[in-house]
């Protein structure tokens, strides 16, 4: 116990203060002794670190030194420097932390950050205001930075905790003016979300838990913070897959998904969203260089999700789809249904020896049917989403068609039509038009020239062009079999 003025000799100054904490957190094994006791003391005498050399010879009371014993001990015993001091800065804010929510950190400071400068690009065309989600919020961190920097932004902020809302709500009352425009919510994920959001949010961010059960976490983490708010699932992933599936439908077309994530998971979650129909998957870094979120945007040209639907139904039922695509509009059959795909050859009298490609939603769909070594997964990391067809071994048996043992497959641009296909399975994706014949560009005449009626037609036009670049990829060399709209360059 330390003493102070009054019951010692000699009179106990903030810097004896400070040095005597240092020395029994360096003795209980605390690593970053120094920056714990300058804090503790800052905290209980109200120096700050910019005055401590003015203010070091100053006394200290014994209601100072009741409260930094009471704060040391606490640290002394392991628990996280900021849930003593109880209170932690991000970003422009000093928020009130404690066992209730997560400690801020400066990698969400980053995944904020992203979402605050897409919000500030929007801000100029935002003619009623954003509309904003931050789901799992904690200690309101994420979503009160954004109310904080974005003047134009309404927040709904939602968490499954009660204790960590109840944290949230505190902070909220210390935001002043700008705490009009947050709203708090309980609930698991969207079903917090109030309703009429739905299709409307510009911007849905999250950190959520990401950590894998078997994860090595640090003691500190382990024992002190909450744990619902680490473990993501079985594997860390399963409320990241949550996020990015369910999240595409509360975004308004062009509205953007900003998610934090762990540096191994980063590609992992790119490649999911291209599947899922995002556009513009992006992987940024913190501070330390490390992958640690990832963005992507519901694309602005979405087709209805009720056409969508219908689409998906026909596919189901082994019924034909017409669907413009990012080159000529498409006739797509579900691949694992042989008698679907013999109708589209009769549909397009199309000869049996000719192969069609099939479409994939990504990466992922592509490995399930064919052979994919690192030349073909490099061209595919730099040109899919896009019009390159990849011409590799197939995985299960010949061609039921035709019988190759050879499979052209093709990630389309389009992000309703890679959701389309990631809720359906692949398709094959040939153009929509009889044999030798051009194809029109709108997705109903092209469906008019049809030999067969189709199931559905999805509207809408297709931009023509150049069609997809093959690339056989089956052999030591790759070769261009057709030069179309992506350029490549084989040795």
């Known amino acids: 116990m330390i003493q102070p003025e009054s019951e010692s000799d000699e009179i106990l100054t903030v810097g004896q203060l400070r040095d005597e ?7 209980a094994g605390i690593e970053d002794y120094e920056i714990s006791a300058r804090r503790i003391v800052e905290e209980a005498t109200g120096v700050g670190f ?11 009371t014994q209601r100072v030194v009741s409260r930094v014993d009471a704060m040391s001990q606490r640290r002394a015993s392991g628990e996280p420097l900021q849930y003593v001091i109880g209170s932690w800065g991000f970003r422009q804010l000093d928020l009130a932390v404690d066992s209730r929510a997560l400690i801020p950190r400066p990698e969400t400071e980053v995944v904020a950050g992203f979402g605050i400068d897409v919000l500030q690009q929007m801000s100029d065309s935002a003619e009623s205001g954003l509309l904003v989600a931050d789901l799992g919020t904690g200690s309101g961190a994420i979503a009160l930075s954004i109310a904080q920097e974005v003047p134009q932004a309404r927040v709904c902020a939602t968490d499954i905790s009660e204790e960590a809302l109840a944290l949230a709500r505190s902070n909220l009352a210390g935001l002043g003016t700008n705490a009009a425009r947050v709203s708090l919510h309980h609930g698991d994920w969207f079903a917090a979300l109030p309703t009429e959001a739905f299709g409307k949010l510009d911007l849905l961010i999250s950190n959520p838990p990401y950590i894998s059960p078997d994860d090595d976490l640090p003691k500190v983490v382990k024992d002190w913070e909450p744990q619902t708010a680490l473990i993501g699932g079985k594997d860390g992933f399963v409320y990241l897959d949550t996020l990015v599936q369910q999240g595409r439908n509360w ?40 992958q640690r979120l990832v963005t992507a945007r519901r694309p602005i040209d979405d087709v209805d999700q009720s056409d969508l639907e219908a689409g998906r139904d026909a596919l189901q039922r082994g019924a034909l789809v017409v669907a413009p695509t990012d080159t000529l509009p498409g006739l797509l059959a579900k691949y694992d249904d042989t008698a ?10 199309r000869p049996r020896n000719q192969p069609v490609p099939v479409l994939v939603s990504g990466l992922a769909q592509a490995e399930q049917l064919v052979q994919l070594d690192q030349r073909a997964r490099s061209l595919i990391g730099e040109h899919w989403p896009g019009a390159l067809t990849i011409v590799a071994k197939r995985l299960h048996g010949d061609d039921p068609i035709h019988g190759g043992d050879t499979l052209g497959v093709r990630c389309p641009n389009p992000g309703w039509l890679r959701l389309l296909i990631d809720q359906s399975g692949p398709v094959t994706g040939s153009s929509a038009n009889l044999h030798g014949v051009d194809t029109m ?27 997809s670049t093959v690339l056989d990829a089956t052999g030591d060399s790759l070769i261009v079999l057709r030069e179309g709209a992506v350029d490549i360059k084989c040795d």
């Open 21 to 27: 904490i240092a020395e029994q957190l360096l003795t």
């Open 50 to 60: 910019d005055l401590h050399l003015l203010e070091d010879k100053k006394p200290v």
């Open 251 to 290: 975004l308004r077309p062009g509205g953007w998904l900003v998610l934090e994530c762990g540096s191994n998971q980063a590609q992992r979650l790119c490649e999911l969203a291209i599947s899922r129909g995002y556009d513009a998957p992006k992987i940024g870094h913190d501070l330390s260089g490390a």
């Open 340 to 349: 679907a795909v013999e109708a589209s050859y009769e549909a397009k009298q």
């Open 441 to 467: 560009l709108n997705a109903h005449d092209a469906a008019a020239t049809l030999a067969v009626e189709v199931g559905h037609v999805i509207e809408g036009t297709s931009q023509g062009g150049l069609a």
